[in-house]
């Protein structure tokens, strides 16, 4: 079963930048497309960012030209920087991936922007 473990969240100003990371155990990281997703307070989740097995990425228009989704095939890992945060950015990011068709999430990490 999957396993997927984020990190790297935290407070920063408004303006900056940070980047969370996705450590991903129990699967065959190389074939997976790997997704960030973010929710923010009352609101649903969504999806910011993904990227294919192949290194396609794509993003929300939220976050486009500010994110970039990266992923390290020998460290089974996905990232996120994410700079020019704004408070809107301010969430709970997830990791997923899916096997079988099942979406599988990470506990999540918190970014918070303060204005």
């Known amino acids: 079963q999957p396993q997927l473990v984020e990190s790297g969240g935290g407070l920063v100003q408004a303006g900056g930048s940070l980047r969370v990371s996705c450590a991903a155990r129990?699967?065959?990281?190389?074939?997976?497309?790997m997704y960030w997703y973010r929710q923010a307070p009352g609101k649903e989740r969504e999806l910011a960012a993904s990227?294919?097995?192949?290194?396609?990425?794509d993003y929300a228009d939220s976050v486009k030209g500010r994110f970039t989704i990266s992923r390290d095939n020998a460290k089974n890992t996905v990232y996120l920087q994410m700079s020019s945060l704004t408070p809107e950015d301010t969430a709970v990011y997830y990791c997923s991936t899916t096997q079988y068709g099942v979406h599988y999430w990470g506990q999540g990490t918190q970014v918070t922007v303060s204005s």
């Open positions: 129990g699967i065959i990281f190389s074939i997976k497309d």
């Open positions: 990227i294919t097995s192949g290194g396609r990425t």
